[in-house]
Structures are given as C-alpha cells and as structure tokens.
C-alpha cells in the first residue's frame, strides 16, 4: 500500500503532478522563451522575490487582465480567482476606478497637499468602515506597523499581541512563532538581529485563556489580529472568542487592532462592520482604492485624543510614521471612486452569491470522492483545505498545509484554465465573476479529484 498524503495515494500525486506539470510547460512555450531571455537582471530571475513560490514549472507571462479573467502571452484565457490576493478582489480595472485613475492623471500624481477627493475620501471611509480617525498609507504593512506605533505611543507598553500563524504584512514586530509554548522569533527571518520576543508575544488564535494570562503582565499595547486568521489555511473564531478579546483588551488597557486586509471580503464595511466588532484601531488595504496601492488605518475618537496628547508631549523630531507618496490625489481618486461605486451593497451581495455556489461545488465534490478535506468561507473568500476541519489555531492550520498535494492541484487547475491564489487554496469571487466561471473550476476540481483518489474510494 502507498502512503497516503491528505488522502491521496502517493504514486498516484506523483503521476499525476509530473503530468500537470508537462502538460503545462508545453503549452506555454512563448512564456518559457521569454522568462529565460528576459528575467536574468532580477534577483532569484524574478521582479518580487514571492513570484517563486507559484507552483508551475515557469510563470505565464500576463498579457492583460479584464473583468475576472487574465490573458497570458501564449493566448490563454484563465479565469482569475486569485485576483491579486485580494488587491483586485472587485475584479481588474473595475470601471469607476479607472475612469477615476484618467480623470486624475491629468491633473498630476502626487503633490503633499489634500485635494477635494481627499476630503470625500475621508467621509466616505466613515461611511464605509464607522467612526474612525483617518490615515492614509500605500501598503497594509506600512498601515499595521504605524498602527503598533500609535499603540505603543498611548500605552507606554512596548509588546504586541499576536496569534501563532498571523501574517500582517511584512511587519518585523509580528514575525514571531510559538516553540514549546514559548514565543519566538520565526526562524526563517531574513537578516533580523533582534530578539523579537522582547516586544511581542504569541499564543494560540481561540485560545482566550493564554490571551488573558498574556495581558495579565500588563506590558501589552496592543493586540493586533485578523477576525479570520485567512493567513494560514483558514481559521474561523470560535463563538464568543472575538468578543473575548474585545472584553479581555478592555480590562488590561490594551488597544485592539483589528487587521480587515483579507476579512474585507466578508461584507460591506468588511468583518468588522457585519458583525458588528468594536476595534480601537482599524486596518484595511490591497483592494480598498480598487487596487491602486492604497491602506487606510483609523483611530476611534478616544484613541485619536490619546494620540494627540502623545504627540504633543514628545520631543520634536521624527515620528516614524509616513512615506512620502502616502496620500497622494490618485490614492484619494481610486478611495473615492471604490467606496463610492464599486464596493457597494450590490455588489457584495453578487460576491455572495458566488462564492457560495462555489464553496458548496467544491464541498460536494470532496464529499463525492471521499477526500479527508473539507471547505471554509468568508463572504467572498473560499477556501479547500487538504485536511479534516474545522481547525482551531495557527499550529493546526500548518499541519493541514499540504505543499505537495496543493502545488499539484493548482498546476492542474490552471491547465484547465483558472488560477487560484499561490500561498494556499484561496479562491476569491469578484462581482464580475460568471457563474460559467464558478462552474468551470469546480468541474476541473472534480476531475482532479477524480485523478487522485482511487475509485476504491469514491
Ligand atoms: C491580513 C493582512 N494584513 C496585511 C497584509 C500586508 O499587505 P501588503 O502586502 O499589501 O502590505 C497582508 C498581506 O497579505 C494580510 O494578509
């Protein structure tokens, strides 16, 4: 008998993996061509070092991108359900916002002064997301780090919380691990010196007790999370849990941050908004300005007070927080135009729609074929998970990651013709994604299914 990887036997995932990935290096010639002549002058052969970790023999070279679909140089229509990890969740290039980016482009790109648009921007934002002070950044990494700033700044404590398995960007102050129940720094960082575990502190997600005995030290300024950990495979709160942490943060004086980046998906005015959650400081980015490079953070009124006292009794100097394209008017064009027109009720309900239609395809074929895995969502974000589930924490998620099978399945997937997100099996529907779409990735799901569970067990 073979071993079984998530279920699957495991000459079976070989054969089957050496054959998706032929197939699809054949079809592909002129991005193999182009890859080899033109990528050399960037490091590791590519522009961000990430676009390594896509499973195919070589990356498709993208011609253009409409709607929920991309077109590569070789001529292929793929039907694009990774939509940039959620930058282009609205679909690409949705139309207000590129009307917005012509309009602005002719009146200049950035200038270190508002315009009109920022101040619609502004009350647009709290129309959207509630009652926050606004600021405006150009990643979500650089938002959750002055988040932690401002934290640190009005408490006076010097740590973070975080949950084992978190990803908030690329946030020094987050990147810690739990060994033995101990926090540690993640030991794969690039060139950290420091000992992170100075300044933050990791327990597991759903685990109220080890978030209070942590606060319990009094040396926390902030409690920074997700509402879903969706950085892992996905991880659901426990009932009760969110409003643990909300009760827990209140009683030691630890502000929460709540971390929407992904979660946006959920609904209009993302987690937060839908399930009515009451962050002191509030995060979103990537699709928020319809995927020009845009994040916003938000203080609560009583937050935005703390702050203002923090900073005029500090010396004067640099804050640390800023850079120097944030806030600029295309920034303010593309907020306006999204929160405006395109992330309307609407179309939330369409996402909706789709993504339930996709998450039950999806868990009807696993259910047919008898695959140990099962499937999570979160309003437009679904997800296959090559394990049993629910999972309850960050060191369940990484045991039910499954490099092989997963790298596998998403080569087998884009040869037939759609591509889900590179880092797990995260599949996003956008507004604009037809049903013909949808159908489509679940058939091809059920057929490599069919390829790599035995009939035996189906
Ligand atoms: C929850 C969350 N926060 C923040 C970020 C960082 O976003 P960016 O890479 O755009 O800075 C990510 C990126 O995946 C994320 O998933």
Not at 104 to 129: D, V
Not at 155 to 165: E, M, W
Not at 248 to 263: F, S, V
Not at 426 to 452: C, H, N, W, Y
């Amino acid at each position: 008998m073979p071993a079984l990887i998530a279920g699957v036997p495991e000459d079976r995932l070989a054969a089957f993996a050496a054959r998706e990935a032929r197939r699809f290096a054949a079809s592909r010639p002129l991005s193999a061509k182009a890859m080899a002549k033109g990528s050399g002058v960037y490091l590791s052969g590519v522009p961000m070092h990430w676009m390594t970790d896509w499973p195919m023999p070589h990356l498709p070279l993208v011609a253009e991108a409409h709607g929920a679909r991309l077109t590569d140089i070789d001529g292929y229509g793929i039907d694009d359900f990774c939509l940039g990890d959620t930058g282009s969740m609205f679909g690409h290039s949705p139309a207000p916002v590129a009307k917005a980016i012509r309009r602005q482009a002719r009146r200049g790109l950035t200038y270190m002064l508002p315009s009109e648009a920022a101040l619609e921007a502004g009350r647009l934002l709290t129309e959207t997301f509630g009652d926050f002070r606004w600021q405006i950044a150009t990643t979500a990494t650089d938002a959750n780090r002055f988040a932690l700033r401002v934290a640190r700044a009005v408490t006076g404590r010097p740590k973070v919380l975080v949950f084992n398995g978190c990803y908030h960007g690329t946030v020094d102050d987050t990147m810690v691990t739990l060994a033995d129940g101990k926090t540690v720094t993640r030991p794969g960082l690039m060139g950290q010196v420091t000992d992170l575990s100075q300044t933050a502190v990791c327990v597991e997600f759903n685990d109220l007790a080890a978030v209070e005995a942590a606060l319990a030290k009094g040396d926390v300024a902030a409690i920074l999370t997700e509402p879903v950990m969706t950085n892992s495979c996905m991880v659901l709160p426990a009932p009760g849990f969110l409003d643990g942490l909300r009760k827990a943060a209140t009683k030691a004086g630890t502000l929460l941050i709540i971390d929407e980046t992904h979660t946006i998906s959920t609904g209009r005015g993302g987690y937060t908004r839908v399930h009515g959650l009451s962050p002191d400081i509030f995060v979103v980015g990537k699709c928020v300005a319809g995927g020009m490079p845009t994040a916003v953070w938000g203080l609560t009124p009583t937050v935005a007070d703390r702050y203002h006292q923090a900073n005029v009794n500090r010396p004067s100097g640099h804050s640390g927080m800023g850079t120097t394209l944030s806030a600029n008017p295309m920034q303010f064009a593309c907020l306006v135009a999204t929160l405006g027109e395109v992330m309307t009720k609407e179309n939330y309900a369409r996402m909706e729609k789709g993504a339930a239609r996709l998450a039950n395809g999806l868990a009807d074929a696993i259910a047919r074929h008898h695959a140990p895995w099962h499937v999570v969502r979160v309003g437009a974000r679904v997800e296959f998970i090559c394990a049993p589930g629910p999972l309850k924490n960050g060191t369940e998620a990484a045991h039910a990651h499954q490099p092989a099978v997963e790298g596998a399945v998403h080569v087998g997937l884009l040869n037939r013709g759609s591509l889900i997100a590179p880092f797990h099996n995260m599949m996003l529907v956008s507004p604009v994604t037809k049903k013909g779409q949808i159908d489509r990735l679940i058939a091809s799901f059920d057929e490599i299914l069919t390829d790599l569970f035995p009939p035996s067990q189906t």
